[in-house]
């Protein structure tokens, strides 16, 4: 396999090399398995806005797609996003029967901002406690704001990291495209 | 059934995370005079800088280790890092060394990259703590260091000329025991009483202009990691003797407050194994 | 020996990668054999030194800070590891951060009674006043421990949480052993069908936490193991929600809260205690806000001679807005373990949409007022004896530290137009919160604080966004605390590309020579989950934060380059 002796290959450079190698390899890695490809929601608890827990690996919404996406109060372009999307929500729930569920990473300093944003913004959308971010790190959220699309069965299939103004567009159209079958592209 | 257990278990638990209430803080004093012949000394460097407002605490902690431990804890003062450059008007005094910066250095300790004041006690970790040391730490530290085992002693002597200014100097070692590492010594000139200025947070301006700076390191006879003393394997009752010769002071000292400062120090693992001063006149 | 460590971890992240490549192979055929993800980060600059702005010479020229984590879960089986590397230490982080090595690892086993993991842990306690471990790359922030967790649900709406280990420190763990158990119980959940569903939600909730670290101090009798316990509240009922935490530490000496005099250490065996109360109201367009906190001596460190951001067991929040704009987080709070009152209150109104003032989209505003005081330290003479050496009255506060009033106006005007409009007023106590001395010698800023922020999207995914923002201050003593002008425009031509032009100008500084424009230029190109930007020009001095944690970055001028990606 050429993975392994590029590995053997590797050990004789030095530092610089082998991590400037490393990164390759991780990066080539990374393109070999499409991204969040395959996977499905992984099992990690949250909080409801009503205090009560929920495990991760049971988020569905009836063999339709959904929307998952990372924000905080403190988020300035997640919040935008999720903003465009409540504008367009009430249509795209009747056209496709999507569902946004909203995982907030504030900590204890603003997590209690979640609920008072989230009432005066007047979103329907589902939205979780993620506190101690363990559900940010099991889909390996660095940065957000960061979009997942699944699929009607539960697999991970499209993410996105960052906002710019109509990617809104082009999460509807992934989500129509995923109801009618179609694969996705970036 | 599980769940009694598990909730005993838990209580069980709680049980055992035990905290001590301390009703008597102080220790104390064991007045218990040490007669050991072979006194292993330690080094305590306290790295600092003109500007750290925050380190003349430290420097006080290090000058009280000299102080109460009658001769077996040597101190040096480094500046070097971001507060010890000159600020001017008022810190236009310079204390850094091309030695204090080497060890100070990403290449040697690292010292200030973590911050001032800090130092270290035998450049040896106590306590899984690291290296460098808050002062905090330092008297801790220095009581265990003062337990560690002898390994050489080191005998400084030297001729000095105060008129031409030149300094030879002889170190002599002799082991105890055998060593297995290569040993190597450092040399290092080091000058009390000098006063100038001080940042002092705890002063109100904090601009000290009379503050009095004690064992400054001063500059480096052999470099700033020294020569070899010797090579493993080095057998019980080895020992060896280096000369310094011609050494120029620098006229800006003043010679009555000068010292030399010997190390002997591990060359693999940079601990030191013993450390011996002696006034240049 | 590094050498080896090095060599090994290196050969260990190949061995994770090899085994996970083959793993994510057959995962996409056979779901059966789990599934891979996994991300990471590379951030790289090139410096070059700039005396006049104050970026200092950095002899390796180019400094990078990467990681790299996998995580492999399967059923009620996870794993991960995560390897970073430091070639060297980017500027304005700790410089203990240095070589490269696996630094998290962890393997977990969830099932209904017990959820076991073994390595590095991720986990708080209520609100992390006693306890919290967390990551925060962008800070290098891991306080993770490094031992075993046991969760368990022996009933439902209960849970109890037991752990032990040591913390992370750099690339080894700390000195001390924590030891930490939690125990909260969800009535509502607990009590199920016996109650109508409008019974409000009552989580109640404890825990014990308690570190060891020997004693070998030739002056004092440091307690070994120090202890600390706390107990929680939160009422949720519709859109009232009300949490409380109160805790309590026994006797912890430390670097922290000692004091030299005359060369003698003296620390303060005081007890420390922290009080944290959140109370929300929110109706539909409609939020009320009010947070109060009160610590005491409640730095809380698995190694008392630790300082800065190392080996902290607990996490103590700020009461005080975070903000997103670069100006009114020119100056950011950070909670003062030793000693703090803070307070903060905020409003959120939304008006409705076909209004006067809410126009078509509707209108959102934000007032919030912060504040942050010391507390008052009564001198206790017993500096011989119990050694506690200070004692607090609650109701009697000290001097102020931090203030924050804020308005923030949000509008969409037309399909094409929004803009965001904002002002404050902050109060900085620069000696306490920067340099954590009252005497340090700087004086308070006093700050007004514009920012008007305009977006304009032309076609469907394309965008303008303008940034000006002023920053003013009346501080002629210290130059970098004068005032400041921000401008950016931001052109974001399709979802995958966006330029940026940045200049921050500190017009204020008396000398004409040292009056720069700080310009930036930042292009990124972001593909899915996948991120590049590359900035170039320079960047001043300032204090960075995220959750509380701030870090000092020098002044820097060059290239940057930064990667993120998951999979």
Not at chain 1, 87 to 101: C, P
Not at chain 2, 120 to 148: C, F, H, I
Not at chain 2, 249 to 278: C, G, M, P, R
């Amino acid at each position: 396999m050429w993975f392994q002796n590029c590995c053997i290959l590797v050990a004789n450079f030095n530092a610089m090399k082998r991590l400037f190698f490393a990164l390759i390899a991780l990066l080539s890695f990374s393109f070999i398995i499409a991204p969040g490809e395959g996977g499905t929601i992984p099992s990690t608890t949250v909080k409801k806005l009503d205090g009560s827990k929920v495990n991760t690996s049971t988020f569905s919404n009836n063999g339709k797609p959904m929307i998952i996406s990372f924000w905080a109060t403190w988020c300035k372009p997640c919040k935008k996003e999720l903003d465009a999307v409540h504008e367009n929500y009430e249509e795209w729930q009747k056209e496709t029967g999507v569902k946004l569920i909203a995982i907030s990473i504030d900590d204890v300093r603003s997590s209690s901002k979640v609920v008072t944003d989230v009432k005066t913004k007047g979103w329907a959308f589902e939205v979780y406690l993620d506190e101690n971010q363990d559900f940010k790190r099991a889909m390996n959220v660095n940065n957000i704001p960061h979009t997942f699309l699944v699929d009607g069965n539960g697999k991970i299939v499209w993410s996105h990291n960052s906002y710019t103004e109509g990617d809104e567009d082009q999460l509807y159209e992934n989500v129509k495209k995923i109801l009618a079958g179609e694969s996705i592209s970036h | 059934m599980k769940i009694k257990l598990v909730t005993g278990l838990f209580i069980l638990g709680v049980f055992m995370t035990a905290c001590d209430k301390i009703s008597n803080p102080i220790q104390n004093a064991s007045n218990s005079v040490d007669t050991a012949t072979y006194v292993r000394k330690v080094l305590l460097e306290d790295y600092t800088g003109h500007f750290c407002g925050n380190c003349p605490p430290a420097a006080e902690v290090a000058s009280q280790l000299v102080e109460s431990n009658h001769g077996k804890v040597i101190a040096i003062a480094v500046h070097a890092g971001f507060y010890a450059k000159l600020y001017p008007p008022d810190y236009v005094t310079s204390f850094t060394t091309a030695v204090g910066n080497d060890w100070d250095g990403t290449q040697g300790f690292n010292v200030s990259g973590i911050g001032n004041p800090n130092g270290m006690v035998n450049r040896k970790s106590y306590g899984g703590s690291g290296v460098v040391q808050k002062e905090t730490k330092w008297p801790t530290s220095v009581s265990l260091a003062l337990q560690d085992q002898y390994v050489l002693g080191l005998t400084i002597s030297k001729t000095y000329n105060a008129s031409s200014r030149i300094l030879n100097s002889t170190v002599k070692a002799k082991f105890k025991i055998a060593y297995s590492n290569n040993v190597k010594l450092n040399l290092v000139l080091v000058e009390d009483s000098i006063i100038s200025e001080q940042k002092d947070y705890r002063k109100n301006p904090d601009l000290v202009t009379n503050y009095l700076f004690m064992h400054l390191l001063r500059a480096g006879i052999n470099g700033s990691w020294g020569s070899t003393l010797k090579d493993a394997p080095i057998a019980a009752k080895d020992s060896v003797s280096l000369d310094f010769n011609n050494f120029a002071v620098d006229s800006k000292f003043n010679d009555n407050h000068l010292y030399l400062v010997a190390f002997a120090y591990d060359a693999s693992t940079k601990e030191i194994l013993q450390a011996e001063k002696l006034k240049i006149r | 020996m590094f050498l080896k460590t090095f060599k090994s971890s290196l050969k260990a992240t190949f061995l994770v990668l090899g085994l996970s490549l083959s793993f994510s192979v057959l995962a996409q055929e056979n779901p059966d054999y789990g599934s891979i993800h996994g991300n990471y980060q590379i951030d790289a600059q090139y410096y070059k030194p700039d005396s006049l702005i104050g970026a200092p010479v950095v002899p390796e020229k180019m400094l990078s800070n990467a990681y790299g984590i996998i995580n492999y879960s399967r059923g009620k089986f996870s794993a991960g590891v995560r390897y970073e590397a430091y070639n060297n230490v980017m500027q304005g982080f700790d410089t203990r951060y240095k070589g490269q090595g696996i630094t998290n690892r962890f393997a977990r086993y969830q099932d209904k009674l017990l959820d076991i993991t073994i390595g590095n842990i991720y986990d708080q306690f209520g609100s992390g006043l006693l306890f919290r471990t967390y990551y925060e790359p962008g800070l290098l922030y891991d306080n993770s421990l490094d031992g075993v967790r046991v969760i368990s649900n022996p009933y439902k709406g209960l849970t109890f949480k037991g752990l032990v280990g040591k913390q992370r420190s750099f690339f080894t763990v700390g000195p001390g052993i924590v030891r930490g158990f939690d125990g909260e119980m969800n009535l509502k959940e607990m009590l199920d069908s016996a109650v109508s569903s409008d019974f409000p939600t009552i989580i109640l909730g404890g825990s014990f936490v308690s570190k060891y670290q020997p004693d070998q101090d030739p002056n004092f009798n440091l307690p070994e193991n120090v202890g600390s316990y706390g107990g929680r509240l939160n009422i949720i009922k519709g859109g009232f929600n009300f949490f409380a935490e109160y805790v309590y530490k026994e006797n912890d000496p430390s670097a922290n809260n000692s004091s030299v005099v005359n060369g003698k250490t003296y620390y303060s065996y005081k007890f420390g205690d922290g009080i944290f109360v959140s109370t929300s109201y929110a109706i539909q367009g409609l939020s009320f806000l009010l947070q109060v906190k009160r610590i005491d001596n409640m730095s809380y460190r698995s190694d008392r001679d630790a300082t800065l951001q190392n080996l902290m067991i607990n996490y103590l929040p700020a009461t005080t807005k975070q903000h997103t704009y670069l100006m009114p987080a020119f100056f950011p709070y950070a909670t003062q373990p030793a000693g703090e009152f803070g307070t903060m209150g905020e409003i959120q109104y939304k008006i409705k949409k076909g209004t006067l003032l809410g126009g078509k989209y509707g209108t959102e505003i934000t007032l919030n007022y912060s504040q942050a005081n010391g507390l008052k330290q009564i001198h206790v003479d017993d500096s011989t004896t119990t050694m506690t050496l200070y004692k607090t009255n609650y109701g009697e506060i000290g001097n102020l530290y931090y203030h924050d009033a804020f308005i923030e106006i949000n509008k969409k005007f037309t399909k094409q137009w929004k803009g965001t409009f904002m002002y404050a007023n902050q109060f900085y106590n620069r000696n306490i919160v920067q340099f954590g001395s009252p005497n340090a010698g700087y004086a308070n800023i006093l700050s007004n604080i514009v920012v008007l922020d305009l977006t304009y999207k032309y076609k469907s995914n394309s965008s303008i966004r303008l940034e000006t923002q002023g920053f003013f201050s009346d501080n002629p003593s210290n130059p970098n605390a004068g005032s400041w002008l921000t401008g950016m425009l931001e052109w974001s031509p399709s979802t995958h590309w966006f330029v940026a032009i940045l200049d921050q100008y500190n017009y204020s500084n008396p000398s004409d020579a040292l009056q720069f424009h700080y310009y930036l230029g930042t292009a990124g190109y972001t593909s899915g989950p996948h991120r590049i930007t590359l900035s170039v020009g320079k960047q001043r001095a300032g204090i960075f934060c995220v959750g509380g944690v701030c870090r000092n970055v020098p002044a820097s001028n060059g290239v940057a380059i930064s990667i993120t990606s998951s999979f």
